[in-house]
């Protein structure tokens, strides 16, 4: 059964700083990775999708790295911004469009 | 842009009630899902339906039933709510691998 987890769970950067969210996951035949933003009291919001056969994907100031041979994903922000602060999760995809989420990871930018 | 929209942002029901929760998206896809989110637990999937009248389980479907009587409307049913129900549901909709999410319903069982 795949499992998904995420560190940290919660961190706190002054403004400007980059920043790498880490997500793992237990089993390596995924379809594909993806990271959502998450507002307070509010539905996810999809920001990257990385395909199993991709490496990264880049958005802006966001970009997302997979490996799936050792099972991890990470997001990088590039110098964090207040509105950047919000809960941000990855989710594995396997075949059958069913995604297991990761707990989240709390992120607070302070100005 | 993709409208996913909820009935409800908030609700507060009694046990053993019978609970509907709407879900209404405006671009005619086919695929939509029901989830859950608790604290530290993540998303986790309740049911998911490919088209009208076809559903299937998730991860989590005991005490809840789905309906999708219409392309556009999914609905979550608790069928006598109990107080570990408590919780946020959030319905998805997709379009080729991206999710379109809801705003949410934070349901309180007292």
């Known amino acids: 059964k795949q499992e998904v987890t995420q560190i940290p769970a919660a961190l706190s950067v002054p403004e400007g700083e980059n920043l790498v969210l880490n997500c793992s996951f237990t089993?390596?035949?995924?379809?594909?990775l993806q990271w959502f933003r998450q507002d307070p009291g509010k539905g996810l919001t999809s920001l990257l999708l990385?395909?199993?056969?991709?490496r990264e994907q880049t958005s802006g100031r966001l970009n997302a790295s997979l490996d799936k041979s050792s099972g991890r994903s990470t997001l990088y922000i590039a110098a964090s911004q207040p509105g950047d602060s919000a809960t941000y999760l990855c989710?594995?995809?396997?075949?059958?469009?069913?995604?297991?989420f990761g707990a989240g990871t709390i992120l607070r930018v302070k100005s | 842009d993709v409208k996913v929209t909820q009935s409800s942002r908030y609700l507060v029901k009694r046990t053993g009630e019978k609970v509907f929760l709407e879900c209404v998206q405006d671009?005619?896809?086919?695929?939509m899902f029901w989830y859950r989110q608790d604290p530290g637990l993540g998303l986790r999937l309740i049911y998911f339906?490919?088209?009208?009248?076809?559903?299937e389980k998730g991860d989590i479907p005991e005490g809840y039933s789905v309906s999708r009587e219409k392309k556009e409307r999914f609905s979550l049913i608790l069928e006598s709510a109990s107080t570990n129900q408590t919780s946020m549901y959030l319905c998805?909709?997709?379009?080729?691998?991206?999710?379109?999410f809801g705003p949410g319903t934070r349901l309180l069982v007292l």
């Open positions: 990385i395909q199993s056969s991709q």
């Open positions: 998805a909709s997709r379009l080729q691998e991206t999710q379109y």
């Open positions: 671009m005619d896809h086919e695929n």
């Open positions: 339906s490919y088209d009208v009248k076809m559903k």
């Open positions: 989710a594995a995809e396997k075949y059958g469009n069913k995604l297991v």
């Open positions: 089993d390596s035949a995924i379809y594909n």
